[in-house]
């Protein structure tokens, strides 16, 4: 069984940093993609960047060159630098390989 643990999110004033990271445990295939989704209030969860195992990234436009993704075999962090109030969501870290696995969510609210 998999289970992805995340952390880091929070409060802070525009402009601000955040880093989230997140934990995958069980049984993962080698071969697989790990990233972050966020979901605001009233809107659809969004991909906001993601790594495949082999190192290739991709991010959504409004969080190029603010945020970088990054990861260390089964863990996969996000640091996001000059937040944004609309970068306000519920962050959810997903690992898939043909099968999607996600977290349990965490908050990250920018506001002053």
């Known amino acids: 069984q998999v289970q992805l643990v995340e952390s880091g999110g929070g409060l802070v004033q525009p402009g601000g940093s955040l880093r989230l990271s997140c934990a995958a445990s069980?049984?993962?295939?080698?071969?697989?993609?790990m990233g972050w989704y966020r979901q605001a209030p009233g809107k659809e969860r969004e991909l906001v960047a993601r790594?495949?195992?082999?190192?290739s990234a991709n991010y959504a436009d409004s969080v190029k060159g603010r945020f970088t993704i990054s990861r260390d075999k089964n863990t996969v962090y996000l640091q996001m630098n000059k937040l944004k109030p609309e970068d306000t969501a519920v962050y959810y870290c997903?690992?898939?390989?043909?099968?999607?696995?996600w977290g349990q969510g965490t908050q990250v609210t920018v506001s002053s």
């Open positions: 997903n690992l898939n390989y043909g099968l999607d696995y």
């Open positions: 069980g049984t993962i295939l080698s071969i697989n993609t």
């Open positions: 790594m495949a195992s082999g190192g």
